[in-house]
């Protein structure tokens, strides 16, 4: 079955210094996000990319958040100036063009700003 | 987006049948009904969705009330790798590639 790729598993890095967070999505896919879920809370959307620009963002995703599809195949997340409380699991996920099709998420990258 | 609502936790005996709750009742007719589930320290997994109609698939299967307001996902036989957080979701039909609001889902333990 088709898997949405994440990289790295975890990522430990120091205040103030800039992350990038990889994903693969599945390859027919046009439609591509980013969640986040800090330990014991929801999960919360990030923002959503289609057709190389974005669709939709929420007030999580300020300046400091960047997203980038730089060839036909990765979708990042890059996270400047990281902070403590943008420590956090990551999901990428992907859907396909029908309407309302369901959403396939990577298992995650867990980012521990110390 | 309109809400759902779901009991914070389940508990199931292992190989028994687990009927899980939704309540929708501002849900609108573009809405589709949209169940996902979290093993722990996994991402959210797709589980099934619906209009209107009953639906089944090799994972579990979902009972939609006739007026819409309500759901039921239904484990027909629960096993340990159920046990997980499991998200009821609107989402609206009319646009594509829109978002999911995750609430705070059911969180499902399944008793051996």
């Known amino acids: 079955e088709p898997e949405v790729t994440q990289t790295p598993s975890h990522q430990v890095t120091q205040m103030g210094q800039e992350v990038i967070l990889r994903c693969v999505p599945i390859s027919n896919h046009l439609y591509f996000y980013w969640y986040r879920q800090i330990l014991g809370q929801k999960v919360e959307f990030l923002v959503s990319f289609y057709n190389n620009e974005i669709s939709e963002k929420s007030e999580i995703f300020d300046d400091q958040f960047s997203v980038e599809r730089p060839d036909g195949s990765n979708f990042t997340l890059k996270i400047r100036s990281t902070k403590l409380e943008d420590s956090a699991m990551y999901f990428c996920?992907?859907?396909?063009?029908?309407?309302?099709?369901?959403?396939?998420f990577g298992s995650g990258t867990r980012l521990t700003v110390v | 987006d309109a809400k759902t609502t779901q009991p914070n936790s389940m508990e199931s005996n292992e190989e028994e049948p687990v009927h899980l709750p939704c309540n929708h009742s501002t849900i609108s007719g573009t809405d589709y009904i949209h169940w996902y589930r979290q093993l722990p320290s996994q991402g959210p997994e797709y589980v099934i969705h619906g209009l209107t109609s009953n639906v089944n698939n090799r994972m579990a299967s979902l009972a939609i009330a006739e007026d819409r307001k309500s759901s039921t996902l239904i484990l027909h036989r629960a096993t340990l790798r159920d046990a997980a957080v499991y998200y009821c979701?609107?989402?609206?039909?009319?646009?594509?590639?829109?978002?999911?609001?995750f609430g705070t889902g059911t969180s499902l333990t399944v008793i051996p």
């Open positions: 979701i609107l989402r609206d039909g009319g646009v594509t590639g829109n978002q999911f609001y």
């Open positions: 996920a992907s859907s396909g063009q029908v309407i309302n099709y369901g959403y396939t």
